[in-house]
Nanobody
Framework: QVQLVESGGGLVQPGGSLRLSCRAS????????MAWYRQAPGKQRELVAR???????DYTGSVEGRFHISRDDANNMIYLQMSSLKPEDTAVYYC???????????WGRGTQVTVSS
């Protein structure tokens, strides 16, 4: 079982940047596919970016070229570098881990990102 804790959210102006971090404990993430999701008020949670065990990544179209997901398995950390932020990026961002062997799914509690002038 893995526990996930997000940090790095906050208020940023349009066009600005933020880096979200997700710290994992209880299990090593080297066995997990990891992802960032977000949920805006009144909307469903959506996948933002994913990084697989092999290191491949994919992104939802609206963040392609602006966001970058990375993983540091040695330190059990996942990052989401966000740039050229837009008001529509405002949401609670969640870290998710899925154990490839068991299919078990784990979530953090989220960190708020607000993009506003």
């Amino acid at each position: 079982q893995v526990q996930l804790v997000e940090s790095g959210g906050g208020l940023v102006q349009p066009g600005g940047s933020l880096r979200l971090s997700c710290r994992a404990s209880g299990s090593i993430i080297a066995f997990y596919d990891m992802a960032w999701y977000r949920q805006a008020p009144g909307k469903q949670r959506e996948l933002v970016a994913r990084t697989s065990l092999g290191g491949s990544t994919d992104y939802t179209g609206s963040v392609e070229g602006r966001f970058h997901i990375s993983r540091d398995d040695a330190n059990n950390m996942i990052y989401l570098q966000m740039s050229s932020l837009k008001p529509e990026d405002t949401a609670v961002y969640y870290c998710e881990g899925r154990n490839r062997a068991t299919g078990s799914d784990y979530w953090g509690r989220g960190t708020q990102v607000t993009v506003s002038s």
